[in-house]
């Protein structure tokens, strides 16, 4: 049988990790600044991590939600505490797609109606609600189209508030930071105007987590900076640091019911785990605060380079948007550096590196992307 072959791939195998170096078949080094896509948050094979997640499974690897499972409850008190949300309710699923599907479906299930507002270039995965708030009609199979979505350009407050006027709105979904989209961060009164809209009209503010959350921007959430709290927020990548799990935080005033939402693996015991050793890292070794002071650095290191057009971003999420005629400085870095970037159209280099990346590791990669840029 062959892959069903949807990923265009480097020729590349790498068969491990540690912290931020991972190392191919070969043992040839590489430094990674993308993070397997924003998901390693505490860094690749983590002592504590490994432990946790080894002696989870000697105990029990799974059993469903229809016992009680404890470590979750311990995973949200936790989660509760690193993130400032102690009064939210957690519930866990898979991926950040099935995140944002429930996030959805929640918000309409709790004020019962269903138009979504969603913006231009926003990526919120691929599952069909999911894939329908997201502004890119090549990933929109036709069973997925919907009335029920209404892409309003970024930022604009006024068409924004001309959406919300016949009350018809169940949710806005928003990236405080869009990923995909290309590293915009969304002004602070743009999200406070949601904040206030979506009070008058009793809808629900979904905070688009999943890439920007877990405290990458050096906030746990990016929409913190803004002084304002959505209903909801959805996670994913770093929550696991690379065990896949998933999950929203929901606002108290939004009521649980028996079978309201569900799913097989979310909340398995080894999931838990994970999601537990990544908080505990994330707090003993004070990565939030990492996050915030080696991203400024990078950040204030890449607006002296005067071939860059604009640097944007956030902590440890960074755009590096370049001419058109430098679209090759993602292949050098890697083919010639031996380091993993992220990208976003039309010429942005994403950088999503671990948030435990260290100066010595940001000085590897700024040596290098200066020596690209001037060749
Ligand atoms: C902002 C955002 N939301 C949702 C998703 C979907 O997450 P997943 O691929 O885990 O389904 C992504 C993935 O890149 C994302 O960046």
Redesign the pocket.
Known sequence: MNLFDVYPVNPINIVRGQGSLVFDNHDTEYLDMYGG??VISIGHTHPHYVKRLENQLHQLGFYSNSIEIPIQKELAQKLGKVSGKEDYQLFLC???????ENALKLASFYNGKKKVIAFTK??????SL?VAV?DNPKIVAPVNETDNVIFLPWADETALEQAFANNEISSVII?GI???GGIQVAPSSFLQKIRSLCDQYNAVFIA?????GYGRTGKFFSQDFADVNADIY?M??GMGNGF?V?GIIISPKIQPAYGMLGTTFGGNHLACAAGLAVLEVMEQDNLMQNAATIGEYLIKELKKLEQVKEVRGRGLMIGIELPEELSNVRKELLFKHHIFTGEAKPNVVRLLPALSLTKAHADRFLEAFVNVLNQ
């Open positions: 896509h924003a898979n991926s950040g797609a099935e995140a944002n926003a990526f919120h995965g691929r599952t999911a997201t990236e869009q990923g995909v688009d987590s999943v890439q920007c959805s994913a990548k896949p998933g």
